[in-house]
C-alpha cells in the first residue's frame, strides 16, 4: 500500500496551473524552464491537460535542438541550450483560450515536469458611443468606452 501510495504521489512534479491573460491580435508567452544538469531534454506543449505520458492534441515540440510545430503561430523563442522551453502564441484569437500543458521529459521514472496554463483571452474590442444629455437647458457630450 505504501507503494502505491508514493509513486501516485510522484507521478506529477510541478503540476501548477497558472492562470494567464492575453488579448487578440497580441502575442502571449507561456513559460515552461528546465534544469539543464541533464543536459538538454525534449519537451512538449499541447491543448488540454498533460497526459501520463507524452503530450495529446501535441501543437509543438522539441527534442532539445530541432522544434516540430502544427503551426507557425506557436514558437520557442527561448535558449533551447538553457532549458528555456517556454512557447509562444503569435496573433491570438479568442480561440486560442483554454488549458495548455507544458511536459518536459526528465530521465528516470515519474521525473517529468508537467506545467499547466489556463489561458484568457480579452477580445481587444472597444465600443465607443456617443451620447447626449441634457441637463438643466445645457448640453452634456460624454463618450462611453465600454471592453468586451
Known amino acids: 500500500m505504501w507503494c502505491v501510495c508514493v509513486c501516485v504521489m510522484t ?3 510541478r503540476c501548477d496551473g497558472s492562470g494567464v491573460e492575453g488579448r487578440a491580435g ?9 534544469d539543464t544538469k541533464n543536459g538538454r531534454l525534449s519537451a512538449c506543449w ?5 497526459p501520463y505520458s507524452g503530450c495529446n492534441n ?17 514558437q520557442l523563442l527561448g535558449r533551447l541550450d538553457e532549458g528555456d522551453v517556454s512557447m509562444t502564441i503569435l496573433n491570438l484569437t479568442e480561440t486560442d483560450a483554454g488549458r495548455y500543458g507544458c511536459r518536459v ?8 515536469e508537467k506545467h499547466h496554463f ?23 457630450n460624454q463618450r462611453v468606452s465600454v471592453s468586451l
Open 11 to 13: 507521478v506529477c512534479r
Open 26 to 34: 497580441e502575442n502571449v508567452t507561456l513559460t515552461c524552464k528546465y
Open 118 to 140: 489556463d489561458l484568457t483571452v480579452d477580445s481587444g474590442e472597444t465600443l465607443f458611443k456617443d451620447t447626449e444629455s441634457v441637463q438643466e437647458n445645457k448640453g452634456l
Open 58 to 74: 501535441q501543437i509543438i515540440s522539441t527534442d532539445g535542438q530541432t522544434v516540430t510545430r502544427v503551426s507557425s503561430r506557436y
Open 105 to 112: 521529459e526528465i530521465p528516470g521514472w515519474f521525473n517529468d
Open 46 to 50: 499541447n491543448r488540454g491537460d498533460v
